[in-house]
């Protein structure tokens, strides 16, 4: 217990306790343990691919007849979390790979791994972890090429419901925003918001095709509708506009958003 | 620089930073109702949304102020904020038909039987309502809820483009 008669002697005995309690810290050493985490870091078993990903589109003519547009993405696949695709371009083409099979990929690049065997006429992606090849299709879904449990869809592990929205991608999807019954889909800027990148345009597109089905929606009928895509519920929201257009505000996984409570006292 | 032209000038380039805060300067200091309701229809996603809120603040009772902007945060995934508006709404006029047809059509998410009781309950009060009685019928049919379409409340922000 501090006894102090005054103010003066109160903060004075209260400086002294609280350097007792946090004494001076030496920034020096902290600097040189950070220093030290960092190499630690740096030389530690990583999980990341590739830390110092670049940045570079390239466009190769497309030698099918789809309108559609294959993306190929290079990322840095993280356990537990999405792939972050931090590079797109216009390619259509088996596999790439390292030893020239693709002309993406860098010279040493890590996450150019050789070709495998997928049959699959696009693969989006590959990359691999400790071992184990990962390629994205076209139609979003995620595979495991190959790895101790050889050949499997990992898409669930990563993606969760996002995974099973592929089927519809093999489909003929309709053009770029227009349902196939006439009327014009615009998605809002954050309507994909609860879908993983990699799957959003196999979402929209699925949602056009729902839309297709409906027939004409009038200029301020707001619409809700669960579909089934790829043995999974996606529920969006649709609103007529007075220019014929339909705007769809969101689309989420499943049928209901979980981050409401049930009103008291409803019903 | 009015509000009108603010709401014009961001509507045509929504990424506009400067737009956007100078729409939202004209937004907030706006005291007129009229003005706000006419600057609604300009477009939907950017500045329909930021009116209505402004103009519940500006006329917290107005039913059909609250009720636009149930919907509008709906529709764009702002179930939160619906529901929110919503509570407003019933406070004002908890036994309205629009009222308990937005309750209906925001509380999709919280499944067919809980719609269902809704839909019975509001029955109760409006027994010859057409969308109330399509819509519990469309539930009993097959005991889900699939899709279901707004009630025909054609209110001013949704002749937006």
């Known amino acids: 217990m501090l006894a102090v008669t005054s103010c003066e002697e109160m903060g004075s005995a209260l400086f002294e306790r609280s350097r007792f309690a946090y004494p001076e810290l030496d920034y020096t050493a902290e600097n040189s343990h950070q220093e030290n985490c960092f190499t630690e870091e740096k030389t530690a078993p990583r999980i990341f691919l590739r830390e110092d990903l670049e940045t570079h589109q390239e466009s190769l003519p497309q030698t099918s007849g789809t309108h559609q547009e294959n993306t190929v993405f290079f990322g840095t696949i993280v356990l537990g979390c999405a792939v972050a695709p931090n590079n797109a371009g216009s390619v259509t083409g088996p596999v790439y790979g390292r030893n020239g099979a693709s002309p993406l990929v860098e010279n040493g690049d890590p996450i150019a791994l050789e070709p495998f065997n997928v049959s699959a006429s696009h693969v989006h992606y590959i990359g691999g972890i400790e071992g184990s090849e990962y390629a994205i299709m076209d139609d979003g879904s995620l595979l495991q090429t190959r790895g101790p449990q050889g050949m499997q869809d990992m898409t669930p592990m990563w993606f969760g419901i996002a995974s099973t929205i592929a089927a519809p991608a093999r489909l003929a999807l309709p053009a770029a925003g227009r349902a196939t019954g006439g009327q014009l889909v615009k998605i809002a800027a954050h309507g994909m918001r609860h879908f993983p990148e990699v799957v959003r345009e196999t979402v929209s597109a699925a949602i056009k095709q729902d839309l297709a089905t409906l027939g004409t929606v009038a200029p301020g009928q707001i619409i809700q509708r669960t579909i089934t895509v790829g043995g999974e519920q996606i529920t969006y929201r649709g609103m007529g506009l007075v220019d014929g257009t339909v705007n769809v505000g969101t689309a989420f996984p499943g049928a209901a958003v979980r981050n409401i409570a049930l009103p008291k006292g409803g019903g | 620089m009015d509000l009108l032209t603010a709401a014009k000038a961001f509507s045509s380039n929504p990424s506009n930073v400067e737009a956007l805060t100078t729409f939202m300067e004209k937004l907030g200091e706006c005291m007129s109702i009229n003005e706000l309701k006419s600057i609604l229809d300009i477009d939907l996603e950017n500045v329909a949304g930021p009116a209505l809120g402004r103009l519940t603040d500006l ?39 629009n009222v308990l ?7 999709y998410s919280f499944g067919p039987e809980y719609v269902h009781a809704l839909c019975e309950s509001a029955l109760k009060s409006f027994p010859n309502d057409d969308w109330l009685s399509t819509t519990k019928q469309s539930i009993e049919k097959t005991g889900e809820l699939t899709e279901m379409r707004g009630p025909p409340i054609h209110l001013a922000w949704q002749k937006a483009k």
């Open chain 2, 59 to 97: 006329a917290p009772t107005d039913l059909e102020a609250l009720l636009s902007a149930a919907i509008w945060s709906y529709h764009y995934g702002l179930d939160a904020e619906a529901q929110t508006y919503l509570a407003k709404a019933k406070a004002v006029g908890p036994l309205e038909l």
């Open chain 2, 101 to 107: 047809q937005v309750e209906i059509y925001i509380s």
